[in-house]
């Protein structure tokens, strides 16, 4: 009989540093208010009641990058504003993670020019992509359910 089997019937919860770490990861990010184009319209009602982020530890969205740990990229990037997306992200804290919403922002969508980025990931590195024009905010969900997973997978030795 493991220590487990007789702790539980103790009422006693066990679990390792980077299991209760990551929980906290996980169930307090808060998203930086980040929309370029018509996907911030799905990003702002994925918050709204209907879908309602809140359940996921996201209550509300912040216009700071001092107080945010998740940059939404919701829209086309362009040439002009990839330096103030890069100093935004450079202004998060660590750890911080980024999902690049809507094919505009993973790939350049329809603007194959000199004036778009194609792909925010030239600028910053993406840790989920959600594809759609526009995505719905079911799709954003699913993003935000996906880099939970990530965060909960990661491990101690990646902290450093």
């Known amino acids: 009989m493991g220590i487990e089997q007789k702790a539980a019937n103790l009422g006693v919860v066990t679990l390792r540093l980077e299991q209760a770490v990551n929980w906290a990861r996980t169930n307090s990010m808060w998203p930086m208010l980040f929309g370029l184009a ?75 020019n000199y004036a778009v980025v194609q792909g925010v990931d030239e600028v910053v590195p993406v840790d989920v992509y959600v594809a759609g024009c526009p995505p719905r905010p079911e799709s954003l969900i699913h993003g935000i359910i996906t880099l939970h997973e990530a965060v909960r997978a990661e491990k101690i030795t990646k902290w450093s």
């Not at 103030?84 to 993973?106: E, F, T």
């Open 38 to 112: 018509c996907c911030a319209i799905e990003m702002m009602s994925a918050q709204a009641p209907r879908y309602d982020m809140s359940r996921f530890g996201m209550e509300l969205m912040r216009a700071s990058p001092r107080q945010s740990d998740l940059m939404i990229v919701a829209g086309r990037v362009s040439r002009k504003m990839a330096p103030v997306v890069r100093n935004l992200y450079d202004q998060m804290p660590d750890p911080k993670w980024v999902i690049a919403m809507g094919d505009c922002a993973s790939c350049g969508g329809v603007f194959n």
